[in-house]
């Protein structure tokens, strides 16, 4: 009982962030193609990391999250 309640709440989560990313995608649209995301393209390959993306969500998300832990107490 423990294992499919954990799993709805899991997907659930999910189906939120995916709205969310959607949302901010559709409404910051250069988020995702930042000045310091590393972009190698060589023949038939392409790797692609987000670093400056991924560091802007985390101080993001970070500010968020000590904001309810502020508001919280």
């Known amino acids: ?5 954990t ?6 989560v999910l189906l939120v962030v995916g709205g969310a990313v959607a949302l ?3 409404f910051l649209p250069g988020l995702g193609r ?4 590393i972009l ?4 038939n390959f392409t ?3 987000p670093l400056a993306t991924c560091i802007l969500l985390s101080v993001g ?3 968020l999250f000590w ?7």
């Open 61 to 63: 998300l970070s500010l």
């Open 1 to 5: 009982m423990h294992i499919g309640r």
């Open 40 to 43: 190698i393209r060589r023949g």
């Open 67 to 73: 904001l309810f832990q502020r508001i919280g107490r």
């Open 24 to 26: 901010i995608e559709r």
């Open 47 to 49: 790797f692609y990391f």
């Open 34 to 37: 930042l000045p310091g995301d």
């Open 7 to 12: 799993l709805m709440i899991i997907g659930a």
